[in-house]
């Protein structure tokens, strides 16, 4: 659990402070999108980002100048394979709430996007798809896309699809989110990992010791 994606959705939860990021992450993925790229569209600082100062370090530096620091938000980052991750747990992605508003983050032809956004303060949880065709296609946490893509196969493989009305009773519906409620983010993160073939370790996650920047809100 160290590893893989899973973690995330296990300590969804988890109140207990790190120099880190442990408890009630968002993670933003891309694909066919150069990493230093999808980061500036993201907001990065062009000097932070070439410094790959780790987040625990970066914590005790001031933010950018010129800007209101209370709008900054803390993202670690890094590669594997083919994919660029974003982690942040400050209440959600900045991806997810800029995409609308910021045209530097809506996707282009042949980039794949997939977002897991927690919006701490904005229930649902929910994740965002893109396939490479630039459509952004919009799941909670306990459904799919409906598009019965790849991502969908491995959200219900793993268990994060729930019943849902009309396919259940509100009565039904309601007692099995009562009873496996509090599992369905390590659902989601198993699947996102099974579906990525992705791995984020937990440990250097933590301690604070991948590469991180500021990103101004949106």
Do not use: K
């Amino acid at each position: 659990m160290s590893n893989g994606l899973t973690w995330i959705g296990v300590h969804a939860h988890t109140a207990t402070p790190v120099p880190g990021m442990r408890s009630g992450i968002s993670l933003t993925l891309a694909r066919g999108i150069d990493p230093d790229e999808f980061l500036i569209n993201l907001g990065a600082d062009l000097d932070q980002l070439a410094a790959r100062t780790p987040l625990a370090e970066l914590r005790s530096q001031p933010t950018p100048p010129g800007h209101d620091p209370t709008r900054y938000a803390y993202a670690m980052y890094g590669s594997e394979g083919e994919w660029t991750y974003v982690l942040e747990n400050d209440h959600a992605a900045t991806w997810a709430t800029g995409f609308r508003r910021v045209p530097s983050m809506r996707p282009g032809p042949g980039e794949e996007i997939l977002c897991a956004s927690r919006n701490l303060y904005s229930p649902p949880a929910t994740i965002l798809h893109v396939e490479g065709d630039e459509v952004i296609r919009r799941a909670e946490f306990g459904t799919t896309t409906g598009h019965e893509s790849a991502l969908d196969a491995a959200l219900t493989a793993a268990g994060a699809d729930f019943p849902s009305i009309p396919d259940a009773t509100a009565e039904e519906v309601t007692a099995y989110y009562e009873q496996h409620g509090a599992c369905l983010p390590t659902l989601v993160f198993t699947a996102l990992g099974a579906y990525t073939e992705l791995s984020i370790d937990q440990d250097a996650a933590q301690a604070g010791n991948l590469p991180a920047v500021h990103l101004l809100t949106p």
